[in-house]
Protein backbone atom coordinates (compact mmCIF):
# COMPACT_ATOMS: atom_id res chain seq x y z
CA UNK A 1 0.00 0.00 0.00
CA UNK A 2 1.27 3.43 -0.91
CA UNK A 3 0.22 4.79 2.61
CA UNK A 4 -1.24 4.73 6.21
CA UNK A 5 -2.21 7.46 7.65
CA UNK A 6 -0.39 7.13 11.16
CA UNK A 7 0.87 9.55 13.33
CA UNK A 8 3.55 11.64 12.06
CA UNK A 9 6.24 14.23 13.13
CA UNK A 10 6.04 18.31 12.77
CA UNK A 11 7.75 19.80 10.13
CA UNK A 12 7.35 23.53 9.33
CA UNK A 13 3.49 23.16 10.22
CA UNK A 14 2.93 19.88 8.40
CA UNK A 15 2.54 16.34 9.71
CA UNK A 16 5.38 14.57 7.69
CA UNK A 17 5.77 10.26 7.41
CA UNK A 18 8.15 8.79 5.26
CA UNK A 19 7.02 5.29 3.63
CA UNK A 20 8.59 3.12 1.00
CA UNK A 21 6.31 2.49 -2.08
CA UNK A 22 5.35 -0.51 -2.24
CA UNK A 23 2.35 -0.73 -4.97
CA UNK A 24 2.13 1.83 -7.87
CA UNK A 25 -1.35 3.83 -6.51
CA UNK A 26 -3.53 3.04 -3.80
CA UNK A 27 -7.10 5.14 -2.81
CA UNK A 28 -8.12 6.01 0.57
CA UNK A 29 -12.26 6.31 1.05
CA UNK A 30 -14.72 6.65 3.69
CA UNK A 31 -16.74 3.45 3.72
CA UNK A 32 -20.26 3.91 5.79
CA UNK A 33 -21.21 0.52 7.27
CA UNK A 34 -24.55 1.18 6.03
CA UNK A 35 -25.60 4.08 3.28
CA UNK A 36 -29.46 4.32 4.09
CA UNK A 37 -30.17 4.88 8.10
CA UNK A 38 -33.12 5.90 9.60
CA UNK A 39 -33.62 8.94 11.36
CA UNK A 40 -31.62 9.26 14.86
CA UNK A 41 -30.06 6.21 14.13
CA UNK A 42 -26.11 6.18 14.07
CA UNK A 43 -23.89 6.94 11.56
CA UNK A 44 -21.01 3.99 11.51
CA UNK A 45 -18.29 4.80 9.05
CA UNK A 46 -14.68 3.21 8.67
CA UNK A 47 -11.76 4.81 7.05
CA UNK A 48 -10.11 2.79 4.42
CA UNK A 49 -6.85 2.79 2.17
CA UNK A 50 -6.24 0.29 -0.27
CA UNK A 51 -6.78 -0.77 -3.77
CA UNK A 52 -9.33 -1.71 -6.11
CA UNK A 53 -12.32 -0.92 -3.26
CA UNK A 54 -10.81 -2.74 -0.94
CA UNK A 55 -8.45 -2.01 2.11
CA UNK A 56 -7.73 -1.53 5.60
CA UNK A 57 -9.49 0.39 8.09
CA UNK A 58 -7.43 2.85 9.69
CA UNK A 59 -8.46 4.20 13.42
CA UNK A 60 -9.14 7.80 14.18
CA UNK A 61 -6.18 9.68 14.66
CA UNK A 62 -6.79 13.84 14.93
CA UNK A 63 -3.31 14.24 14.70
CA UNK A 64 -3.48 12.69 11.28
CA UNK A 65 -6.56 14.93 9.97
CA UNK A 66 -6.91 18.59 9.31
CA UNK A 67 -10.83 18.30 9.40
CA UNK A 68 -13.54 15.29 9.35
CA UNK A 69 -17.15 16.73 8.98
CA UNK A 70 -20.87 15.87 8.44
CA UNK A 71 -22.75 18.55 5.95
CA UNK A 72 -26.44 18.57 5.69
CA UNK A 73 -28.31 21.22 3.42
CA UNK A 74 -27.59 23.89 2.11
CA UNK A 75 -28.82 26.03 5.59
CA UNK A 76 -27.47 23.59 8.14
CA UNK A 77 -24.55 24.40 9.38
CA UNK A 78 -21.48 21.91 8.84
CA UNK A 79 -20.42 19.69 12.06
CA UNK A 80 -17.16 17.90 13.36
CA UNK A 81 -17.02 14.50 14.07
CA UNK A 82 -16.97 13.46 17.51
CA UNK A 83 -15.15 10.67 17.71
CA UNK A 84 -12.18 10.19 19.95
CA UNK A 85 -8.41 9.11 19.19
CA UNK A 86 -8.04 5.21 18.49
CA UNK A 87 -11.77 4.62 17.50
CA UNK A 88 -11.97 2.12 14.79
CA UNK A 89 -14.56 2.50 13.08
CA UNK A 90 -13.52 6.11 13.16
CA UNK A 91 -16.83 7.09 12.81
CA UNK A 92 -19.83 5.97 15.07
CA UNK A 93 -22.24 8.79 16.22
CA UNK A 94 -26.14 9.72 15.67
CA UNK A 95 -27.33 11.56 12.74
CA UNK A 96 -30.38 14.17 14.14
CA UNK A 97 -31.52 15.41 10.65
CA UNK A 98 -32.89 13.77 7.93
CA UNK A 99 -32.10 14.30 4.30
CA UNK A 100 -28.70 13.90 2.55
CA UNK A 101 -26.13 13.89 4.68
CA UNK A 102 -22.18 14.19 3.51
CA UNK A 103 -19.44 13.14 5.37
CA UNK A 104 -16.18 14.86 4.66
CA UNK A 105 -12.43 14.29 5.37
CA UNK A 106 -9.51 16.73 4.66
CA UNK A 107 -5.78 14.61 5.76
CA UNK A 108 -3.02 16.25 6.46
CA UNK A 109 -0.13 16.43 4.16
CA UNK A 110 2.51 13.38 4.43
CA UNK A 111 5.56 12.56 2.41
CA UNK A 112 6.65 8.83 0.63
CA UNK A 113 9.98 8.21 -0.69
CA UNK A 114 10.39 6.42 -3.99
CA UNK A 115 13.03 4.06 -3.54
CA UNK A 116 12.25 1.33 -5.88
CA UNK A 117 13.01 2.15 -9.66
CA UNK A 118 10.13 1.87 -12.36
CA UNK A 119 7.39 2.24 -9.32
CA UNK A 120 7.04 5.95 -10.16
CA UNK A 121 6.34 5.83 -14.36
CA UNK A 122 3.60 2.55 -13.28
CA UNK A 123 2.23 4.95 -10.61
CA UNK A 124 1.73 7.77 -13.23
CA UNK A 125 0.50 5.38 -15.95
CA UNK A 126 -2.50 4.11 -13.47
CA UNK A 127 -3.54 7.47 -12.55
CA UNK A 128 -3.44 8.89 -16.31
CA UNK A 129 -0.70 11.21 -15.29
CA UNK A 130 2.06 10.66 -17.76
CA UNK A 131 2.90 14.26 -18.49
CA UNK A 132 4.34 14.59 -14.77
CA UNK A 133 6.79 12.68 -15.99
CA UNK A 134 7.97 14.34 -18.99
CA UNK A 135 8.30 17.49 -16.58
CA UNK A 136 9.71 15.32 -13.96
CA UNK A 137 12.47 14.75 -16.46
CA UNK A 138 12.45 18.39 -17.79
CA UNK A 139 13.48 19.46 -14.05
CA UNK A 140 16.42 16.53 -14.11
CA UNK A 141 15.13 15.35 -11.36
CA UNK A 142 16.03 11.44 -10.45
CA UNK A 143 13.81 8.28 -11.33
CA UNK A 144 14.17 6.82 -7.82
CA UNK A 145 15.46 8.01 -3.94
CA UNK A 146 12.80 11.38 -4.34
CA UNK A 147 10.10 12.50 -2.43
CA UNK A 148 6.71 13.13 -2.74
CA UNK A 149 3.93 14.84 -0.51
CA UNK A 150 0.62 14.16 -0.57
CA UNK A 151 -2.98 14.72 0.95
CA UNK A 152 -6.29 13.04 0.52
CA UNK A 153 -9.96 14.40 0.12
CA UNK A 154 -12.58 12.12 0.98
CA UNK A 155 -16.84 12.29 0.50
CA UNK A 156 -19.43 10.07 0.97
CA UNK A 157 -23.07 10.31 0.79
CA UNK A 158 -25.22 8.61 2.96
CA UNK A 159 -29.71 8.22 2.71
CA UNK A 160 -30.94 9.35 6.24
CA UNK A 161 -34.74 8.77 6.36
CA UNK A 162 -35.98 9.97 2.71
CA UNK A 163 -32.52 10.94 1.26
CA UNK A 164 -34.03 14.49 0.29
CA UNK A 165 -31.58 17.05 -0.86
CA UNK A 166 -28.40 17.64 -3.00
CA UNK A 167 -24.59 17.00 -2.82
CA UNK A 168 -22.74 20.88 -2.26
CA UNK A 169 -19.52 21.86 -2.35
CA UNK A 170 -17.53 21.88 0.55
CA UNK A 171 -14.71 23.96 -0.16
CA UNK A 172 -12.29 20.87 -0.38
CA UNK A 173 -8.87 22.16 -2.64
CA UNK A 174 -10.44 18.62 -4.83
CA UNK A 175 -13.55 17.42 -4.64
CA UNK A 176 -16.20 15.26 -6.38
CA UNK A 177 -19.65 16.80 -6.75
CA UNK A 178 -22.52 14.37 -7.37
CA UNK A 179 -25.16 16.53 -9.60
CA UNK A 180 -27.81 13.14 -8.91
CA UNK A 181 -28.87 12.42 -5.49
CA UNK A 182 -28.68 8.19 -5.97
CA UNK A 183 -30.81 7.56 -3.49
CA UNK A 184 -34.06 9.84 -5.25
CA UNK A 185 -32.88 9.34 -8.87
CA UNK A 186 -35.57 8.14 -11.16
CA UNK A 187 -32.79 5.54 -13.16
CA UNK A 188 -29.26 4.77 -12.60
CA UNK A 189 -27.51 7.17 -14.48
CA UNK A 190 -25.31 9.14 -12.51
CA UNK A 191 -23.31 12.63 -12.87
CA UNK A 192 -20.46 13.53 -11.25
CA UNK A 193 -18.28 16.91 -11.55
CA UNK A 194 -14.63 17.04 -10.28
CA UNK A 195 -13.46 20.47 -9.05
CA UNK A 196 -10.47 21.74 -8.34
CA UNK A 197 -9.44 24.79 -5.89
CA UNK A 198 -13.73 25.55 -6.78
CA UNK A 199 -13.76 24.94 -10.62
CA UNK A 200 -14.40 22.37 -13.01
CA UNK A 201 -11.97 20.43 -13.97
CA UNK A 202 -11.41 19.49 -17.60
CA UNK A 203 -9.76 16.05 -19.17
CA UNK A 204 -8.83 14.43 -16.01
CA UNK A 205 -8.98 11.10 -16.02
CA UNK A 206 -10.74 9.15 -13.00
CA UNK A 207 -11.02 5.78 -11.59
CA UNK A 208 -14.85 4.21 -11.04
CA UNK A 209 -15.00 1.24 -9.21
CA UNK A 210 -18.57 -0.50 -8.51
CA UNK A 211 -19.20 -3.24 -6.29
CA UNK A 212 -22.44 -5.62 -5.89
CA UNK A 213 -23.09 -8.83 -5.02
CA UNK A 214 -19.65 -10.06 -3.93
CA UNK A 215 -18.25 -8.51 -7.46
CA UNK A 216 -16.04 -5.67 -8.63
CA UNK A 217 -16.10 -4.11 -11.91
CA UNK A 218 -13.08 -0.95 -12.71
CA UNK A 219 -13.58 1.70 -15.49
CA UNK A 220 -11.80 4.36 -16.51
CA UNK A 221 -13.62 7.94 -17.09
CA UNK A 222 -12.31 11.26 -18.47
CA UNK A 223 -14.05 14.56 -17.24
CA UNK A 224 -15.63 16.31 -19.97
CA UNK A 225 -15.19 20.07 -20.58
CA UNK A 226 -17.15 21.47 -17.87
CA UNK A 227 -15.35 18.57 -15.06
CA UNK A 228 -18.27 16.04 -15.58
CA UNK A 229 -18.57 12.04 -15.84
CA UNK A 230 -21.49 10.13 -16.93
CA UNK A 231 -22.16 6.40 -15.77
CA UNK A 232 -24.62 3.64 -14.98
CA UNK A 233 -24.03 1.18 -12.49
CA UNK A 234 -26.84 -1.19 -11.95
CA UNK A 235 -28.96 -0.68 -8.78
CA UNK A 236 -27.92 -1.79 -5.09
CA UNK A 237 -24.24 -0.85 -6.72
CA UNK A 238 -21.80 0.62 -3.91
CA UNK A 239 -19.55 3.43 -5.54
CA UNK A 240 -16.07 4.60 -5.07
CA UNK A 241 -14.98 7.37 -7.60
CA UNK A 242 -11.09 8.53 -7.22
CA UNK A 243 -9.40 10.82 -8.69
CA UNK A 244 -5.15 12.07 -8.66
CA UNK A 245 -3.79 15.71 -9.35
CA UNK A 246 0.23 16.55 -9.03
CA UNK A 247 1.32 19.58 -8.51
CA UNK A 248 4.99 20.95 -8.11
CA UNK A 249 5.79 22.27 -4.59
CA UNK A 250 5.89 25.76 -4.82
CA UNK A 251 3.93 28.80 -2.16
CA UNK A 252 0.64 27.85 -3.51
CA UNK A 253 1.08 24.20 -3.52
CA UNK A 254 2.92 23.35 0.40
CA UNK A 255 4.24 20.26 0.68
CA UNK A 256 7.43 18.45 3.27
CA UNK A 257 10.09 20.23 2.43
CA UNK A 258 12.69 18.47 -0.06
CA UNK A 259 9.75 16.71 -1.20
CA UNK A 260 9.65 17.21 -5.65
CA UNK A 261 6.19 16.82 -6.15
CA UNK A 262 2.76 16.98 -3.96
CA UNK A 263 -0.11 14.34 -5.42
CA UNK A 264 -3.89 15.67 -4.18
CA UNK A 265 -6.51 12.77 -4.02
CA UNK A 266 -10.11 13.15 -4.52
CA UNK A 267 -13.26 10.46 -3.66
CA UNK A 268 -16.57 9.55 -2.94
CA UNK A 269 -18.54 6.95 -2.24
CA UNK A 270 -22.61 6.16 -2.07
CA UNK A 271 -25.16 3.66 -2.74
CA UNK A 272 -27.38 3.56 -5.63
CA UNK A 273 -29.90 1.67 -3.98
CA UNK A 274 -31.77 -1.49 -5.60
CA UNK A 275 -34.72 0.09 -5.97
CA UNK A 276 -36.29 4.31 -5.87
CA UNK A 277 -38.93 4.57 -3.53
CA UNK A 278 -41.72 6.63 -5.64
CA UNK A 279 -43.05 8.85 -2.56
CA UNK A 280 -38.79 10.18 -2.64
CA UNK A 281 -38.51 10.55 -6.51
CA UNK A 282 -36.97 13.70 -8.07
CA UNK A 283 -38.09 15.16 -11.27
CA UNK A 284 -34.21 15.80 -11.80
Known amino acids: MRDLLRPGKPIVG ?19 QSYQLAPGTKLVAQLKVGQHFQGDSQVYLPANIERFQIAYGAAEPVTDVSSRIGDLPA ?85 WLLETNPYTAVDNRIQARLYWQGEPLAAAQARLFVRRAGQLEEQILITDGDGRVQFSPDPGSEILLNAVQMREPSDRYLAPEGSAWISYWATTTFLLPERVPPATRSSK
Open 14 to 32: LLMLVFTLQSAAHEYWIEP
Open 91 to 175: LNQSVPLTGLALVSLVSNIYVLEYKERGLFEKFLAYEGLEGVLDEHRRRGLPLVGFKEGYQRFAKSLVQVGGGTGEDRLLGLRFE
